[in-house]
């Protein structure tokens, strides 16, 4: 299945696409509640509630209030030897907060104390029932599915210190979705990840190379705490970012960026002025 978070009527809704219609899933108002739901997938299947052409839908962030958004950096071998590192033997590893995170179509605000905004196109975990010192061969079963990512990245903040969570949670500036495909209908291993920026290509990897894999994550992260429905984990990005290119390049007003995974649809987000 493909579930997703609507906006309508001024407020949010849990829906299944199918083909070119949303189904909304009536009393989950998004993603996160109805995979809080224990049935959730055959909720989800039952689901009969009004109907919304896909073409004109607006879409939230598929969990819009997540209790967790886990992240990992340096997880592609690609990126890892771009910037000048040695592979490592652990994750490494950061968060984000809701704040941080805004609709897979939103425009998304350049930043005037940061002039180097960067994209990084990732692979989105979502979890699917509690999960807590998990050991990786069972990991998968507790995995409701994928999504996408754009880590847009402020990079003068995120190296201003040795620790990068500064250049990376700023308000309204990770879209994900656009719809999370359950995990029965995704393998991770089969996709290629595309980020463009204005119609070029700026990175194309398989997902196959993930230094850590999204059972490994979850394994890793339930070591030191519980996650629960509805957490999220951004697995990393490969090669490719603007500010290891020769010369760098960065994000400005009026570029659009898109982050497309094979099988898991595009993030389409119009960088626009400060407010």
Request: aromatic letters at 6%; hydrophobic letters at 40%.
């Amino acid at each position: 299945m493909k579930l997703a978070t609507l906006r309508t009527n001024g407020t949010t809704t849990a829906a299944r696409l199918d083909g070119e219609v949303f189904t909304e899933i009536e009393g989950c108002p998004d993603l996160g509640a109805l995979l809080a739901e224990e049935n959730w997938r055959g909720i989800a299947a039952d689901a009969s509630g009004p109907t919304h052409p896909a073409a004109g839908a607006e879409l939230e962030t598929i969990v819009a209030d997540p209790g967790k958004v886990l992240c990992v950096g340096l997880n592609y071998k690609s990126h890892i030897q771009e910037m000048g590192r040695d592979l490592p033997s652990y994750p490494t590893i950061f968060a984000k907060f809701t704040e941080t995170l805004t609709g897979p179509n939103d425009d998304i605000e350049a930043v005037a104390e940061d002039p180097q905004l960067d994209w990084e196109g990732e692979l989105v975990v979502v979890v699917g029932k509690r999960a807590y010192k998990v050991d990786e061969a069972d990991a998968g079963q507790y995995i409701a599915g994928y999504a996408a990512a754009n880590d847009i990245s402020m990079r003068e903040w995120q190296f201003r210190t040795k620790e990068w969570l500064q250049g990376k949670i700023w308000a309204k500036s990770t879209p994900v979705g656009p719809v999370m495909v359950t995990a029965d209908e995704f393998d991770p291993k089969q996709a290629v990840l595309h980020t463009r920026v204005n119609g070029e290509t700026m990175q194309e990897h398989s997902i196959g190379d993930l230094l850590f894999t999204p059972e490994h994550l979850v394994a890793y992260f339930s070591t030191m705490l519980p996650l629960n429905p509805g957490d999220i984990i951004l697995t990393g990005t490969p090669g490719g970012v603007g500010r290891a290119r020769n010369p760098q390049v960065f994000l400005k007003s009026g570029d659009v960026v898109e982050v497309e995974i094979d099988g898991l649809g595009v993030l389409t987000n119009k960088i626009v002025d400060p407010a």
